[in-house]
């Protein structure tokens, strides 16, 4: 079973920037390269969407449009930790974000993700 734990949230104000981590842990099957991991988010009243995908082997990231330029998602095999990296961050990313996880061979926000965090609170002042 694969287990994901987020961490770094906190409250910052409008302009600045946080990074959040995802640790991977638990068994993982081969090949490892056919994963898709991704971070998405939920406010609240709000639906869950997703926000940022990278595919564990070769392949693209993937962002919507209201994250991209602002949000970098990247992830150290190695250390089996996924990131997002948030930048110029807005009052109108305050939300739960959560960090996912899928057997996939083809990565998106469109993927169906089996595996998903507890999520970390990121909240964002004016």
């Known amino acids: 079973q694969v287990r994901l734990v987020e961490s770094g949230g906190g409250s910052v104000q409008a302009g600045g920037s946080l990074t959040l981590s995802c640790a991977v842990s638990?068994?993982?099957?081969?090949?490892?390269?056919?994963?898709?991991m991704g971070w998405f988010r939920q406010a609240p009243g709000r639906e869950r969407e997703g926000i940022a995908t990278?595919?564990?082997?070769?392949?693209?990231?993937n962002y919507d449009d209201s994250v991209k330029g602002r949000f970098t998602i990247s992830l150290d095999s190695a250390k089996r930790t996924l990131y997002l990296q948030m930048n110029s961050l807005k009052p109108e990313d305050t939300a739960m974000y959560y960090c996912?996880?899928?057997?996939?061979?083809?990565?998106?926000?469109?993927?169906?993700?089996?595996?998903w965090g507890q999520g970390t609170q990121v909240t964002v002042s004016s």
């Open positions: 638990g068994y993982i099957h081969s090949p490892y390269s056919n994963y898709c």
């Open positions: 996912a996880g899928a057997w996939a061979f083809q990565c998106g926000i469109s993927t169906k993700f089996t595996y």
């Open positions: 990278v595919p564990t082997g070769s392949g693209v990231t």
